[in-house]
């Protein structure tokens, strides 16, 4: 059974930073991809960042150059480290994953989902 486990989440000013982690286990699947995405109350689940086995990476538009994804299949651990966070990064966080060699964006691509951690940001 795959259990993908989120934490770090928390309350920040705004322009602080956070940094989530997701343990995962179960998740045997290392060369696929593993993905962050949120949702903040009264929006659809939106995509923020994903990567791939070999480190590649793809990020939302609003959260270039602001936020790193990375993994570490030793530790089996997938991080997410938020910096200058605005008042609109707040929302539940996800951790994701899948079983696909390709994939986008898009919450329709991951299969395994953590239950979240909430990132809340006051101006």
């Known amino acids: 059974e795959v259990q993908l486990v989120e934490s770090g989440g928390g309350s920040v000013q705004s322009g602080g930073s956070l940094r989530l982690s997701c343990a995962y286990y179960?998740?045997?699947?290392?060369?696929?991809?593993m993905g962050w995405f949120r949702q903040a109350p009264g929006k659809e689940r939106e995509g923020v960042a994903i990567?791939?086995?070999?480190?590649?990476?793809s990020y939302a538009d609003s959260v270039k150059g602001r936020f790193t994804i990375s993994r570490d299949n030793a530790k089996r651990t997938l991080y997410l480290q938020m910096n200058s966070l605005k008042p609109e990064d707040a929302a539940m966080y996800y951790c994701?994953?899948?079983?696909?060699?390709?994939?986008?964006?898009?919450?329709?691509?991951?299969?395994?989902w953590g239950q979240g951690t909430q990132v809340t940001v006051s101006s």
């Open positions: 990567i791939d086995s070999n480190g590649s990476t």
């Open positions: 179960g998740y045997t699947y290392m060369t696929y991809y």
């Open positions: 994701a994953a899948n079983e696909k060699t390709w994939c986008q964006l898009r919450t329709a691509d991951f299969g395994y």
